[in-house]
């Protein structure tokens, strides 16, 4: 018998004809409704069968279901209509049991021979694609974390950062664990703190999302997050692409979390219920933990890429008009990420 795919949000405080500006209602109260319209549902579907697929749903506040069908999209540079249809590989339901990840002990050391590195050249074809793509808001972080530097690129303000957030809530409730004042097997909702993790990350459930938040208290992830070094206020969920990629940064290194708590929240990172933005673009050999966002005009994708000892943070947030267009941002996330893993890998 077939899952029954997970309900996902949609925040009532962000229009889709905004450009996804952050509203002020608080998620605690966001969370609290229960259907969108059936058009706001129709229109998630309408891009996004260019990248490989129909999105599952995703975002902080108002429940909502996940588009039935693929319908016509209007490319913005030809106002031309173009049909897409659904693949059939876009959004599943995890297995029961994952392979452990590939979690190191401690932060990696600076190759010994020479391997390509992030540098002018690359920064040259990063910025160029970005720029071939004015009409959205695009921006770029990249970590080598043989050396931890932030490369950023395009737009460094705050975007609305939808469900890549969930890995620092995520991240904030194992803190809690660790340090004595939670437990991942405290009942949580209909199971366990756990289970409630693997759901917000892996399925982008966002009943979970709000009970790890709500058990995490707003002040507490506030707090996490500064002892991080990001400023963070949950009810408007705003990250730059810089402090996305210094959490996963932090959490790949084990410097974030304990062994077994990063290798589980790892492992929540694969096989997601949506696999169309970065991992279809990476060539073959290289692992992707990676957490995607989608919000009205908001559609990201953050991640480690790893391959032979050595690993990278790669984040991209884009910023568009709103569901229409996701299927040339999700071209230009796939076009970025083939142009970093050929120049890296």
Same mark, same amino acid.
Do not use: C
């Given at each position: 018998?077939?899952?029954?795919?997970?309900?996902?949000?949609?925040?009532?405080?962000?229009?889709?004809?905004?450009?996804?500006?952050?509203?002020?209602?608080?998620?605690?109260?966001?969370?609290?409704?229960?259907?969108?319209?059936?058009?706001?549902?129709? @229109?998630?579907?309408?891009?996004?069968? +260019?990248?490989?697929?129909?999105?599952?749903?995703?975002?902080?506040?108002?429940?909502?279901?996940?588009?039935?069908?693929?319908?016509?999209?209007?490319?913005? &540079?030809?106002?031309?209509?173009?049909?897409?249809?659904?693949?059939?590989?876009? &959004?599943?339901?995890?297995?029961?049991?994952?392979?452990?990840?590939?979690?190191?002990?401690? @932060?990696?050391?600076?190759?010994?021979?020479?391997?390509?590195?992030?540098?002018?050249?690359?920064?040259?074809?990063?910025?160029?694609?970005?720029?071939?793509?004015?009409?959205?808001?695009?921006?770029? &972080?990249?970590?080598?974390?043989?050396?931890?530097?932030?490369?950023?690129?395009?737009?460094?303000?705050?975007?609305?950062?939808?469900?890549?957030?969930?890995?620092?809530?995520?991240?904030?409730?194992?803190?809690?664990?660790?340090?004595?004042?939670?437990?991942?097997?405290?009942?949580?909702?209909?199971? +366990?703190?756990?289970?409630?993790?693997?759901? /917000?990350?892996?399925?982008? !459930?966002?009943?979970?999302?709000?009970?790890?938040?709500?058990?995490?208290?707003?002040?507490?992830?506030?707090?996490?997050?500064?002892?991080?070094?990001?400023?963070?206020?949950?009810?408007? !969920?705003?990250?730059?692409?810089?402090? /996305?990629?210094?959490?996963?940064?932090?959490?790949?290194?084990?410097?974030?979390?304990?062994?077994? !708590?990063?290798?589980?929240?790892?492992?929540? /990172?694969?096989? +997601?219920?949506?696999?169309?933005?970065?991992?279809?673009?990476?060539?073959? *050999?290289?692992?992707?933990?990676?957490?995607? *966002?989608?919000?009205? *005009?908001?559609?990201?994708?953050? &991640?480690?890429?790893?391959?032979?000892?050595?690993?990278?943070?790669?984040?991209?947030?884009?910023?568009?008009?709103?569901?229409?267009? /996701?299927?040339?941002?999700?071209?230009?996330?796939?076009?970025?990420?083939? +142009?970093?893993?050929?120049?890296?890998?």
């Amino acid at each position: 018998m077939t899952e029954p795919t997970p309900r996902h949000y949609r925040s009532g405080a962000h229009r889709a004809g905004d450009g996804s500006k952050p509203g002020s209602r608080p998620i605690a109260r966001r969370v609290e409704w229960i259907r969108p319209q059936h058009l706001t549902a129709a @229109a998630v579907a309408l891009a996004l069968v +260019t990248a490989g697929g129909v999105y599952a749903g995703v975002q902080a506040g108002v429940p909502a279901d996940p588009p039935a069908a693929a319908a016509t999209a209007v490319a913005p &540079s030809t106002g031309t209509a173009v049909a897409h249809a659904p693949a059939a590989h876009a &959004s599943r339901t995890a297995p029961a049991s994952d392979p452990p990840a590939e979690v190191p002990t401690k @932060a990696l050391a600076v190759p010994a021979v020479a391997v390509p590195a992030i540098g002018p050249k690359l920064d040259g074809q990063i910025s160029a694609i970005i720029q071939a793509n004015s009409a959205y808001a695009v921006g770029v &972080s990249l970590i080598d974390l043989s050396d931890g530097v932030v490369h950023s690129y395009g737009a460094r303000d705050k975007f609305v950062a939808a469900s890549t957030a969930k890995i620092l809530a995520a991240s904030a409730y194992y803190h809690l664990v660790e340090t004595g004042r939670a437990s991942l097997t405290a009942p949580l909702g209909a199971s +366990t703190a756990e289970a409630q993790i693997r759901q /917000m990350v892996q399925q982008s !459930n966002n009943d979970s999302w709000a009970l790890i938040l709500r058990a995490v208290g707003q002040w507490g992830i506030t707090d996490y997050a500064a002892s991080i070094g990001i400023t963070y206020d949950r009810t408007v !969920n705003l990250l730059t692409t810089a402090e /996305m990629a210094r959490t996963l940064q932090l959490l790949y290194t084990g410097k974030l979390l304990n062994a077994r !708590n990063t290798a589980q929240l790892l492992s929540y /990172m694969q096989n +997601t219920n949506f696999e169309t933005l970065i991992p279809p673009a990476v060539p073959p *050999g290289v692992r992707v933990f990676h957490k995607y *966002g989608l919000l009205f *005009g908001n559609l990201h994708d953050a &991640s480690v890429l790893v391959q032979d000892g050595r690993a990278f943070v790669f984040v991209v947030y884009t910023r568009g008009l709103n569901y229409s267009d /996701m299927g040339p941002r999700t071209r230009i996330i796939q076009q970025l990420t083939r +142009t970093v893993t050929a120049a890296l890998f």
